[in-house]
């Protein structure tokens, strides 16, 4: 899942945009080193985070805002800076060959200022937050065993818009996924809430850590993990990446019903490989539908799995999954 910073919308079920896009990195860089600095003051930034959105590769900037990343392990995604208190920044287009200074700029949230002692506020707080874990996490069983450990970070837009549901989240989210063994800190941009239409859109960036260490717990997560990769988009990507749909399970019809080949529907230039088609796609993996709209002609998209999210909206089984059942893209099913 360069970065800049992105919006998109879901339509029914999802779009997850974890404001990813294609990266041009050398992949014969494996290191890349440089410091941290504020926009305003120039002065550097201390314990920002360095990582690649969705992957488990991520380090911290020192006292002195100095940090170095090895990326070997994924060469061809974009990197993203996050601080507390300031806006992310998206590295895409850059040589690793010298030392990289990154200016970071001050975050000014715009949050309205309302006392939510009272009851009235606190019973709407509650009710916001059950909308937010739903929409958010999702209402799969995998999603019912996640835990926003930090809650108390986000806010919201109280009583400005009944119809629209706005989260803010002062701090990155920290996320407790039982089912899969996941520790998620999740730098949230942006949260909506359509109550009207069910429409959600959300933005951000994220880092993985594994809980699971071996044992019959991680044996659990493992499988568990397994299961979660069975039929989702990142499943289809790599599938579609080696041209392995059908030994895969997966299926791809266009709006009549005629199934397409992997030469129908991918086109390569320049080593880039791209998902093209011309109206929705239907996908079924195993006879469970999901369905793929583009907002983008084409869509690239990686072997890892990685692809321009904000190409598409995906609904049906795919678009049904949220971050309760997201996995690094570094995952590899056994």
């Not at 779009?15 to 120039?42: E, H, N, P």
């Not at 869509?299 to 890892?304: M, P, T």
Request: proline residues 3%; charged residues 20%; contains cysteine.
């Amino acid at each position: 899942m360069s970065f800049k910073t992105l919006s998109g919308f879901a339509t029914g079920n999802l779009l997850l945009i974890l404001m990813l896009v294609t990266s041009s990195i050398d992949a014969r860089a494996q290191v890349i080193s440089g410091w941290v600095v504020d926009s305003k003051s120039g002065e550097a930034v201390s314990f920002a985070s360095i990582y690649i959105s969705g992957t488990v590769v991520g380090t911290v900037t020192d006292e002195k805002g100095k940090f170095d990343l090895n990326i070997s392990r994924h060469p061809s995604m974009p990197v993203t800076v996050s601080a507390i208190g300031y806006l992310s920044v998206t590295l895409d287009d850059f040589s690793a060959d010298e030392p990289l200074k990154i200016s970071i700029a001050p975050r000014a949230y715009e949050i309205p200022g309302i006392d939510i002692s009272t009851r009235s506020l606190e019973r709407e707080r509650r009710a916001n937050l059950r909308v937010f874990r739903n929409q958010f996490l999702g209402r799969t069983s995998y999603a019912r065993r996640c835990e926003i450990l930090n809650e108390e970070d986000i806010t919201f837009n109280y009583g400005s818009d009944r119809d629209t549901l706005i989260a803010y989240a002062l701090k990155p989210l920290q996320i407790r996924n039982g089912a899969l063994g996941y520790i998620i800190t999740f730098h949230l941009d942006r949260f909506e809430f359509y109550r009207r239409t069910g429409t959600v859109l959300y933005t951000g960036t994220f880092i993985f850590r594994d809980m699971a260490a071996g044992g019959s717990s991680g044996s659990m997560s493992e499988r568990r993990r397994n299961s979660a990769y069975s039929g989702s988009v990142m499943h289809f990507f790599r599938s579609l990446w080696h041209n392995d749909l059908t030994s895969q399970g997966f299926s791809v019809q266009d709006e009549v019903g005629n199934f397409l080949s992997y030469k129908d529907i991918v086109v390569i230039e320049g080593g880039q490989k791209y998902l093209r088609h011309r109206g929705e796609l239907t996908v079924n993996h195993l006879g469970t539908p999901s369905y793929i709209r583009f907002l983008k002609y084409r869509v690239s998209f990686e072997e890892s799995g990685f692809y321009d999210p904000v190409a598409i909206i995906l609904t049906g089984e795919m678009g049904r999954k949220r971050v309760g059942d997201v996995l690094p893209f570094g995952f590899v099913p056994r």
